[in-house]
């Protein structure tokens, strides 16, 4: 019996090892998807702001044509900006993180959508672990509820144990 709570006791050990883990990966995983999820929205926000000034800009139809001709052009160079400043910001996320994008090209789109299915993978990832998190406090609980009936069992017949011996050497003195 004491084998088997010594086994139990080393399997609650390594269940607790692996939650360990586990919790230390999802606090890495959620902290990089966080990061990636902020770098993301400050990007689409940056793309919003420069671009809708830009369209209103274009829409207004009582201009001449020269003046619709050099705001054509002013929001083409705008956008080209907005463009170009988007292509920096991912370039520099290649530099400052190379491993999200291993055998991805150089062409900016493909980094793009490489780096919103990294997000996404996190996301699942980060799920995926929770519930496997969710389990094994799950079994921890159960184990810890299985160890302390094993532990009572274990004092009641050491108990019984106890008094048979008592009543034993009382009857032989």
């Known amino acids: 019996m004491e084998t088997s709570l010594q086994q139990q006791s080393e399997q609650l050990k390594d269940l607790q090892e692996k939650y360990t883990n586990l919790s230390s990966q999802h606090s890495q995983l959620e902290f990089e998807f966080e990061n990636l999820t902020q770098e993301r929205t400050q ?3 940056e793309i919003e702001k420069k671009t809708l000034p830009i369209i209103k800009t274009v829409d207004s139809e009582s201009q001449t044509d020269d003046k619709q001709h050099k705001r054509l052009v002013q929001s083409n160079n705008k956008l080209k900006g907005t463009l170009q400043t988007f292509k920096d910001k991912i370039n520099r996320l290649v530099t400052d993180k190379p ?6 090209d150089e062409d900016t789109s493909d980094q793009l959508d490489h ?12 799920n995926t672990l929770q519930k496997e998190r969710d389990q094994l406090q799950q079994t921890m609980s159960e184990k810890d509820t299985e160890q302390a009936s094993l532990r009572n069992q274990l004092n ?3 108990l019984e144990l106890k008094q048979q011996t ?3 050497t009382e009857k032989y003195v």
Not at 115 to 126: H, P
């Open 115 to 126: 780096l919103l299915t990294t997000v996404e993978n996190q996301v699942t990832k980060i």
């Open 166 to 168: 008592l009543q034993s």
């Open 99 to 104: 491993e999200l994008f291993n055998g991805i």
């Open 43 to 45: 990007l689409l926000e």
């Open 156 to 158: 009641t017949i050491e």
